[in-house]
């Protein structure tokens, strides 16, 4: 199989970038463990919390309006306005902060966790919205009952909403780092013995190196296509390409590998050299010989 196959975007800064964990081409999460139910239930009661705070306060804000106005405010008016402040608290501020921060509230913030879809990816507008419409039947009409009961008999800790959404939640502080051991697949080590490889810049570098690292936990098919890509995002440092049928996985691992290697022997060789000059410096003049100290 052909190590590119299909156009990638390229993993710059924006697409590879460290946000409280590692993330692979198109915002794809690679750390994607489920939290426990009682993190969840933390962090529920964090975000409750808030937009009670921010119900109440709107609702002192319209109170004040009213009373400022002596008589002159006309009720149906006001019973529109605690409508609306009431899906604006409930829903929109919910599905506006979560879709901003990249399923990041106040709470999940303070837990360390993220809500992010089912294949690992970032949740859009779509997904915080459903999840913050459901959220006023199982989290706030029943006082999160439903919510409890549901996310305690399911594997990931989902609630309805996040069935709905097809979303869970992720740990992305405190999470605990694979060690990745980098070895140039054997069909591939005399094409890269005489390979060109430049450096590669640290978000393309730290994506393969996280991908490689956590491979076996995503699908076969998603597996696949963050390999492609992120094999893609290589091809430019590296030249010639490598051998026709190359998978993209041993290609990531080759490039890597080498690239490693090099480096290392780059950082010796200088340092060798540091050493020689120190002592070139330090040496008298005309072969005399230091007395010993």
């Not at 996985?249 to 090099?262: D, K, N, S």
Request: proline share 6%; glycine share 8%.
């Amino acid at each position: 199989m052909p190590v590119r196959t299909e156009p990638a975007p390229s993993l710059d800064d924006s697409h590879a970038a460290s946000l409280e964990g590692t993330v692979l081409a198109e915002g794809v999460v690679a750390d994607s463990r489920p939290v426990s139910f009682a993190v969840r239930m933390v962090s529920g009661a964090i975000d409750g919390l808030v937009q009670s705070a921010v119900f109440f306060i709107l609702l002192w804000a319209l109170w004040a309006f009213v009373a400022a106005s002596q008589g002159n405010f006309d009720g149906d008016a006001a019973s529109i306005l605690i409508i609306v402040f009431t899906v604006l608290a409930l829903v929109a501020v919910p599905a506006g902060v979560e879709t901003m921060t990249r399923g990041r509230s106040l709470g999940k913030l303070v837990m360390g966790i993220r809500v992010v879809r089912d294949d690992g990816g970032p949740v859009r507008f779509r997904h915080c919205l459903v999840r913050a419409l459901t959220g006023v039947f199982e989290l706030w009409f029943t006082f999160g009952s439903v919510a409890t009961v549901v996310a305690f008999f399911n594997s990931k800790g989902k609630r309805i909403g996040d069935l709905l959404a097809g979303t869970y939640a992720i740990r992305v502080r405190g999470a605990r780092i694979a060690t990745l051991r980098l070895q140039v697949p054997p069909d591939l080590a005399m094409w890269a013995s005489h390979s060109d490889m430049r450096p590669l810049p640290d978000s393309v570098a730290l994506a393969a190196r996280q991908f490689l690292s956590r491979a076996g936990q995503f699908t076969p098919d998603a597996r696949m296509r963050l390999a492609q890509q992120i094999a893609a995002s290589l091809e430019p440092y590296v030249a010639p390409g490598p051998p026709a049928g190359t998978h993209p996985e041993a290609f990531i691992a080759a490039v890597l590998a080498t690239r490693m290697e090099r480096d290392l022997a780059r950082a010796t060789a200088q340092e060798h050299m540091a050493v020689q000059r120190r002592e070139q410096l330090s040496r008298l003049p005309f072969g005399i010989i230091d007395a010993p100290k």
